[in-house]
């Protein structure tokens, strides 16, 4: 699932959502329901439509997943301390 996810970027960022700290929960459950918990770094986010489709794409036919369901939070909020370390190299940021 992580490498799938890596594959699907921030548009605006041109980092993956995966390295961006953009996933908050991975639950695949009993009758292989994968539901993606996910937060965007602002509420005005030009991709909030069109990343729950990319999500469902990269996921779906993973085997042992029949459906993926994405939800959007915003608690707890997005903020930078999010990026993991590969994805501050990428951006450019501190790593420290």
Same mark, same amino acid.
């Given at each position: 699932?992580? =490498?799938?996810? !890596? &594959?699907?970027? /921030? @548009?605006?960022? =041109? *980092?993956?959502?995966?390295?961006?700290? *953009?996933?908050?929960?991975?639950?695949?459950? =009993?009758?292989? !329901? +994968?539901?993606?918990? #996910?937060?965007?770094? =602002?509420?005005?986010? %030009?991709?909030?439509?069109?990343? @729950?489709?990319? $999500? &469902?794409?990269? +996921? !779906? /036919? +993973? @085997?042992? #997943? &029949?459906?993926?369901?994405? !939800? #959007?939070?915003?608690? @707890?909020?997005?903020?930078?301390?999010? $990026?993991?370390? +590969? %994805?501050?190299?990428?951006? %450019? #940021?501190?790593?420290?």
């Amino acid at each position: 699932m992580i =490498e799938r996810l !890596q &594959k699907v970027n /921030d @548009p605006e960022l =041109e *980092l993956d959502i995966y390295n961006l700290g *953009l996933i908050y929960e991975l639950n695949l459950d =009993e009758n292989d !329901q +994968l539901t993606v918990v #996910i937060t965007f770094t =602002e509420m005005v986010c %030009g991709c909030i439509e069109s990343m @729950p489709v990319d $999500i &469902k794409a990269a +996921l !779906q /036919d +993973l @085997p042992g #997943i &029949k459906a993926v369901d994405v !939800q #959007i939070v915003w608690s @707890p909020r997005w903020n930078m301390k999010r $990026i993991s370390r +590969l %994805g501050r190299m990428a951006l %450019g #940021i501190s790593v420290h």
